[in-house]
């Protein structure tokens, strides 16, 4: 889901399985991705994973640092974060996005090596591109409630110029 300049692209770590035999972003039930875009100001309404498309009128895409499916991230080897943060600069470098946001700490974490880095705007731009670094939407990341990540996703709703919308 990219296409050239768009305001934001958001990158995952990988498909779940759900989302790779569904065929769509975030299509698993317990993922919070959608219920928090529209929290957060980015959709003028809550759309479901089988709406993706409609993103990309908003300025906004979503792709994935590793291609493959799996059950967990934790199946991911080394070498997979490595291919995918190369995968990644390519379709950076191709579609110029303003701004990167890596969906959860962990991705952002293996693809640039920065291992202290914390939730928001990043000191560093990837490949060129103004970054940030959002928490994981997966309803496994229990460190977040909807409330939590809707509030760290504001920031760069905000910050690129989305107005702050109620959700239905």
């Known amino acids: 889901m990219i296409c050239p300049d768009l ?3 958001f990158c995952g770590i990988n498909p779940s399985l759900y989302s790779a035999a569904v065929g769509h972003h975030f299509a698993r039930p317990g993922n919070r991705f959608w219920k928090t875009l529209a929290l957060a100001g980015f959709t003028p309404r809550l759309l ?10 908003l300025g906004i895409g979503v792709t994935n640092l590793v291609d493959h499916a799996t059950a967990s991230a ?5 070498e ?3 291919r995918g943060a190369r995968r990644l600069v390519h379709k950076l470098r191709r579609f110029n996005p303003a701004t990167l946001a890596f969906l959860g700490l ?3 974490r293996r693809a640039t090596g920065e291992r202290r880095a914390r939730p928001g705007p990043q000191p560093r731009a990837f490949a060129g591109v103004r970054t940030w670094a959002l928490p994981n939407p997966s309803g496994l990341n229990a460190h977040y409630q909807l409330p939590e990540l809707a509030a760290a996703y504001r920031g760069l709703a ?3 110029g989305f107005r702050r919308r ?3």
């Not at 934790?74 to 080394?78: F, I, N, R």
């Open 7 to 9: 305001r934001v692209l």
């Open 48 to 57: 479901s994973p089988y709406e993706e498309e409609e993103l990309l009128d």
């Open 74 to 78: 934790a199946e991911l080897e080394p």
């Open 80 to 82: 997979d974060f490595t």
């Open 106 to 108: 962990d991705a952002y």
């Open 158 to 160: 905000l910050e690129l």
């Open 166 to 168: 109620a959700a239905r």
